[in-house]
T-cell receptor
């Protein structure tokens, strides 16, 4: 039984560069979520997919952020023209639809923008 | 805008003692989640509470939900060092009875719990 996986686990980039993170959900889960967590705070919801459809994207932090889930399996989160304020942990979670919607989180990608 | 407030934010306690963490939220919800996070790690699901009066227990932890008071509690009984972690509550604004759910959870700031021997 594999959980949610994320790649890379750590990313150091220079300001102005683009970065892309990948998330592989639990295989039978049709919902996939992206969150950002900064130090000392709870996760902040960014966007989510049900299958390949992106059902909520108004919470993405700016138009520099975009996410895709082209075949309803893995997802990517891209940040263009990174800024120092983008430094954070980016978490992915997945769930089944139904009554409970319990979200299972991956290990996260820690982004450092220098 | 949904607000989720936890208190206390920091808690240092002795092994063997009991304590309660409180989670208040600002809008109607009947679906609430508790997570644990160890330093540098991701979030581990502890409890899912559905509907008013729900109570769940696992080992030394017990969680409850009062939807009328918009309050959930996480009670720790006879604390042990291994329970040291940050605990988050998270709320889903969608009603169980209206269909849909978990567009995205709104989390509290977390309670950083240290249990000393």
């Amino acid at each position: 039984d594999t959980g949610v996986s994320q790649d890379p686990r750590h990313k150091i980039t220079k300001r102005g560069q683009n970065v892309t993170f990948r998330c592989d959900p639990i295989s039978e889960h049709n919902r996939l979520y992206w969150y950002r967590q900064t130090l000392g705070q709870g996760p902040e919801f960014l966007t989510y997919f049900q299958n390949e459809a992106q059902l909520e994207k108004s919470r993405l932090l700016s138009d520099r952020f975009s996410a895709e889930r082209p075949k309803g399996s893995f997802s990517t989160l891209e940040i263009q023209r990174t800024e120092q304020g983008d430094s954070a942990m980016y978490l992915c979670a997945s769930s089944l639809t139904g009554v409970v919607y319990e979200q299972y989180f991956g290990p996260g990608t820690r982004l450092t923008v220098t | 805008e949904l607000k989720v407030e936890q208190n206390p934010l920091f808690l240092s306690m002795q092994e063997g003692k009991n304590y309660t963490i409180y989670c208040n939220y600002s809008t109607t919800s009947d679906r609430l989640y508790w997570y644990r996070q160890d330093p540098g790690k991701s979030l581990e699901s502890l409890f899912v509470l559905l509907s008013n009066g729900a109570v769940k227990q696992e080992g030394r932890l017990m969680a409850s939900l009062d939807t009328k008071a918009r309050l959930s509690t996480l009670h720790i009984t006879a604390a042990v060092h291994d329970l040291s972690a940050t605990y988050f509550c998270a709320v889903d604004i969608h009603s169980l009875y209206s269909g849909g759910g978990a567009d995205g959870l709104t989390f509290g700031k977390g309670t950083h719990l240290i249990i000393q021997p």
